[in-house]
């Protein structure tokens, strides 16, 4: 139990480009999702918390126009990278945690983001 | 907020015993995560502590002294698919959330 996939696992875009990550729970519902962003050799960095039915919570010098996140249901929800640049390159991971169990986090397998 | 510190990189032989620290600087402290992520891949769960003393399960195991902001992950009977990133985090200051370390690259070698 407590699967959560990300589609697509890898994507290559054009510096401008708009792409769009999903993740999703699996077998059990996420009230909670987490958005995550690690560059080479580097600590996972928290971009910002969804959840469901309500704006992202940002975490500081993330900007929310740039990553939108829209968690529209208990096992959904979505990053979009808007007009994406080089910099923007990197290892894009969500995690999802269920009411009453916040402290587990349940991690999908990550987006490679590579933009040219 | 928080300050976590964990060597950029170790090596070890295959069959060995490796112990990888974590010290940490916080207000509040609330509990303390290891996870193991192979590259490329997502972190998966290892241990968390939240009280002074040593957890084990299996060959890992893990030791906390909020007193001393430290914490170790020891690994026993090596293999060589425990090659991977092992990341520290910690959680404080009354958020479920915890902050991850950089992450030490363990090698093991035949």
Known sequence: GAVVSQHPSRVICKSGTSV?????????????MFWYRQFP????????????GSKATYEQGVEKDKFLINHASLTLST????????????FYICSASVEGAVETQY???GTRLLVL | GQNIDQPTEMTATEGAIVQINCTYQTSGFNGLFWYQQHAGEAPTFLSYNVLDGLEEKGRFSSFLSR???YSYLLLKELQMKDSASYLCAVRSGGSYIPTFGRGTSLIVHP
Not at chain 1, 41 to 52: C, P, R, V
């Open chain 1, 20 to 32: 769009k990550i999903e993740c999703r729970s699996l077998d059990f519902q996420a009230t909670t």
């Open chain 1, 41 to 52: 050799k580097q600590s996972l960095m928290l971009m910002a918390t969804s959840n469901e």
């Open chain 1, 79 to 90: 990053l979009t990278v808007t007009s994406a640049h080089p910099e923007d390159s990197s």
């Open chain 1, 107 to 109: 991690f999908g397998p």
């Open chain 2, 67 to 69: 007193s001393k902001g």
